[in-house]
């Protein structure tokens, strides 16, 4: 399937107006989901086959399901967002789908075509619009995902997949919206290592990252710092998350990221800042750091700030870092000025208040009269 009309099946009993509402007044983050959802199915004879919208609900599987025994999962991340004018538009998602494409084929699944991923996204929103709320700080999380649903032990890719589409209205992802995070640099575990899963957005990296993450939280911290493998001492990223550095103040301050290894998931966000603090006229690098860099750094003020970027939480400031063997201020623990103007850029051209120079945003519903 290279081309298809997704089949619509609409809700016979969609939520209420006033309950609708009421959600979107204070969604939180990944509680609430939409009307309906999109399936599509994989099989090796058919290819890609049977598209349709149906209303959300839940799935059957076989207890010797592939993909609960062997863990062949992915998926992706995005938004949709109300615009000022009253449009609906999505960021970047050919990226996203380029990057799912990316994932599969790590993961030894079909990849999907670009098209169809498209697609899948503009009828969800199209038909579920009504969940898209209408604030600069809230939007309609999209979760496209896949997963092998051929029934069977044997350890090999599974000749049966299915993708799925949802979609849950979201606020902050962080219960304390842009307040600074702690942050705890994990030197027991580490997230990823070369030659394996890092660069794909898979569901064994997420379940890999919650020990670390507890003995995050087990310390007062928000979340966890992933560092190298091999050294235990190169910044990777932060969570499900990129991180970003702040060197210096004012116009001239220098923005930077640690390089993609192979091992960092390769954001469309960071990405996407990389460009966004370059047109605002600040300096940038993809540059390696360090522990010690990042301790020194802060502690001479050469490193303002720090924050961490993604689609979900979009930019969020690092206030503290934690260690088993030391404990430093970012910025005085406070929100630095660069880190808010980047978040601001990028949400008011998400928003339609701020011009589009690149092309990122992809219009599914037209402006209002």
Same mark, same amino acid.
């Given at each position: 399937?290279?081309?298809?009309?997704?089949?619509?099946?609409?809700?016979?009993?969609?939520?209420?107006?006033?309950?609708?509402?009421?959600?979107?007044?204070?969604?939180?983050?990944?509680?609430?989901?939409?009307?309906?959802?999109?399936?599509?199915?994989?099989?090796?004879?058919?290819?890609?086959?049977?598209?349709?919208?149906?209303?959300?609900?839940?799935?059957?599987?076989?207890?010797?399901?592939?993909?609960?025994?062997?863990?062949?999962?992915?998926?992706?991340?995005?938004?949709?967002?109300?615009?000022?004018?009253?449009?609906?538009?999505?960021?970047?998602?050919?990226?996203?789908?380029?990057?799912?494409?990316?994932?599969?084929?790590?993961?030894?699944?079909?990849?999907?075509?670009?098209?169809?991923?498209?697609?899948?996204?503009?009828?969800?929103?199209?038909?579920?619009?009504?969940?898209?709320?209408?604030?600069?700080?809230?939007?309609?999380?999209?979760?496209?995902?896949?997963?092998?649903?051929?029934?069977?032990?044997?350890?090999?890719?599974? @000749?049966?997949?299915?993708? *799925? &589409?949802?979609?849950?209205? #979201?606020? +902050?992802?962080?219960?304390?919206? /842009?307040?600074?995070? $702690?942050?705890?640099?994990?030197?027991?575990?580490?997230?990823?290592?070369?030659?394996?899963?890092?660069?794909?957005?898979?569901?064994? @990296?997420?379940?890999?990252? *919650? &020990?670390?993450?507890?003995? #995050?939280? +087990?310390?007062?911290?928000?979340? /966890?710092?992933?560092? $190298?493998?091999?050294?235990?001492?190169?910044?990777?990223?932060?969570?499900?998350?990129?991180?970003?550095?702040?060197?210096?103040?004012?116009?001239?301050?220098?923005?930077?990221?640690?390089?993609?290894?192979?091992?960092?998931?390769?954001?469309?966000?960071?990405?996407?800042?990389?460009?966004?603090?370059?047109?605002?006229?600040?300096?940038?690098?993809?540059?390696?750091?360090?522990?010690?860099?990042?301790?020194?750094?802060?502690?001479?003020?050469?490193?303002?700030?720090?924050?961490?970027?993604?689609?979900?939480?979009?930019?969020?400031?690092?206030?503290?870092?934690?260690?088993?063997?030391?404990?430093?201020?970012?910025?005085?623990?406070?929100?630095?000025?660069?880190?808010?103007?980047?978040?601001?850029?990028?949400?008011?051209?998400?928003?339609?208040?701020?011009?589009?120079?690149?092309?990122?945003?992809?219009?599914?519903?037209?402006?209002?009269?």
């Amino acid at each position: 399937m290279t081309s298809s009309t997704i089949a619509i099946t609409r809700s016979a009993s969609p939520l209420p107006d006033d309950q609708r509402e009421t959600i979107l007044d204070n969604p939180g983050f990944g509680k609430y989901f939409t009307d309906h959802m999109v399936q599509i199915k994989w099989t090796v004879d058919r290819g890609w086959h049977e598209a349709e919208l149906v209303p959300y609900g839940p799935i059957t599987m076989d207890p010797a399901t592939n993909s609960i025994h062997y863990g062949q999962s992915i998926f992706e991340g995005l938004k949709a967002y109300r615009r000022v004018d009253g449009s609906i538009a999505t960021f970047r998602p050919l990226e996203n789908a380029r990057r799912f494409q990316r994932s599969a084929a790590r993961l030894a699944m079909p990849g999907l075509p670009e098209e169809l991923f498209i697609e899948a996204i503009e009828t969800l929103v199209t038909v579920d619009q009504e969940w898209v709320p209408d604030d600069i700080e809230k939007s309609l999380y999209l979760r496209p995902f896949m997963f092998s649903t051929e029934v069977g032990l044997g350890v090999r890719p599974a @000749n049966e997949y299915l993708f *799925l &589409l949802i979609a849950s209205p #979201a606020g +902050a992802y962080f219960p304390g919206g /842009v307040k600074p995070v $702690d942050v705890w640099l994990s030197k027991e575990y580490v997230r990823a290592a070369p030659g394996g899963t890092g660069e794909a957005k898979c569901a064994g @990296n997420y379940a890999a990252s *919650l &020990l670390a993450q507890a003995q #995050a939280i +087990a310390n007062q911290c928000d979340q /966890v710092v992933w560092l $190298d493998a091999i050294e235990r001492y190169w910044i990777e990223e932060m969570g499900g998350m990129n991180l970003y550095f702040v060197h210096g103040s004012g116009d001239s301050a220098r923005i930077t990221t640690p390089p993609l290894t192979g091992s960092l998931l390769p954001g469309v966000t960071r990405e996407s800042l990389l460009q966004v603090a370059q047109d605002l006229g600040y300096a940038v690098g993809q540059e390696r750091i360090n522990v010690d860099q990042w301790r020194e750094g802060n502690a001479s003020g050469d490193i303002t700030e720090v924050f961490a970027c993604g689609t979900a939480a979009v930019i969020t400031p690092v206030g503290k870092v934690k260690s088993t063997d030391a404990t430093w201020e970012v910025g005085a623990g406070q929100s630095g000025p660069v880190t808010l103007q980047l978040r601001d850029e990028l949400l008011q051209i998400q928003h339609g208040s701020r011009p589009d120079p690149h092309g990122w945003m992809h219009q599914i519903v037209a402006p209002t009269a």
